[in-house]
C-alpha cells in the first residue's frame, strides 16, 4: 500500500508532501542536492553555476525541476538601467522529512 501522492491541505496553498519518486530523484542527484545548497542564497542561474561547478544547462533544467516540486522558488529581476530581466533561484524549503511507514514512504517540505 502507498501513501497518497500529495495533500491539498499545506498552509502555503502547495501540495503537500511531494510525489515520493519525483522527490526522491531530485534529491538522489548530485546535482539536484548541490544546486538546493548554493540555492541558499539568491542567486541567477550564472551565479548558481559559479557556486556549485555545476554545468549552465544542468543548473537550468535542475532549476526548472526543482521549482516544479515546490523547493526552489524562481522571481524575476529587472535591471532597471537597461530593462534586461533574469531570473533568480532561492531555496524555498530549509528542510525535508522522509517518513517510512507501514502505508509508504513520504517526504514533507518544512
Known amino acids: 500500500m502507498s501513501a497518497p501522492e500529495s ?8 501540495e ?6 519525483e522527490a526522491l530523484t531530485l534529491l ?9 545548497q548554493a540555492a541558499g542564497r539568491p542567486g541567477t542561474a550564472c551565479e548558481l553555476r559559479d557556486r556549485s561547478g ?8 535542475e532549476a526548472h525541476k526543482l521549482v516544479e516540486a515546490g523547493l526552489l522558488e524562481e522571481r524575476v529581476r529587472v ?6 530581466h533574469a531570473s533568480v533561484y532561492e531555496r524555498a524549503v530549509e528542510s525535508l522529512t ?3 511507514t507501514d502505508e ?7
Open 16 to 21: 503537500g508532501p511531494l510525489p515520493r519518486s
Open 54 to 61: 555545476i554545468p549552465l544547462s544542468t543548473v537550468y533544467r
Open 7 to 14: 495533500d491539498p491541505s499545506r498552509e502555503d496553498g502547495r
Open 28 to 36: 538522489a542527484s548530485d546535482s539536484g542536492a548541490e544546486l538546493l
Open 98 to 100: 522522509v517518513s517510512i
Open 104 to 110: 509508504g514512504v513520504e517526504v514533507r517540505p518544512e
Open 79 to 84: 535591471d532597471a538601467e537597461n530593462g534586461r
